[in-house]
Nanobody, 111 residues
Framework: VELVESGGGVVGPGGSLILSCAAS????????MSWYRRFPGKSREFVAT????????EYAEDVKGRFIISRDNGEKMVYLQMNNLTVEDTAMYYC?????WGRGTQVTVSA
């Protein structure tokens, strides 16, 4: 199982980023996938999850209405569209599936 995140970077407040997670080594289309994030010095916290078929999505309260999780089962990809970013969104973002983690991608929101 391998999960590889990409798409992080530095963006100004109010900006947008799209994170991607490439999955391999398991039957991707059978499993729900999630995004988590870790603030400096803290544990990872849930951001969003999407069911195997992509019909049901759930979000942490503080990202609802701003972030959108999606997936492409044919390409074995999961995405996190992040809009209206704030400095409080600055964190390392991780893809999670089948109980495994990627290495993360850093998102920094700075004026």
């Amino acid at each position: 199982v391998e999960l590889v995140e990409s798409g992080g970077g530095v963006v100004g407040p109010g900006g947008s980023l799209i994170l991607s997670c490439a999955a391999s080594g398991f039957s991707f289309k059978q499993y729900f996938m999630s995004w988590y994030r870790r603030f400096p010095g803290k544990s990872r916290e849930f951001v969003a999850t999407i069911t195997a078929g992509g019909r049901t999505k759930e979000y942490a309260e503080d990202v609802k209405g701003r972030f959108i999780i999606s997936r492409d089962n044919g390409e074995k990809m999961v995405y996190l569209q992040m809009n209206n970013l704030t400095v409080e969104d600055t964190a390392m973002y991780y893809c999670n599936g089948l109980g495994r983690w990627g290495r993360g991608t850093q998102v920094t929101v700075s004026a």
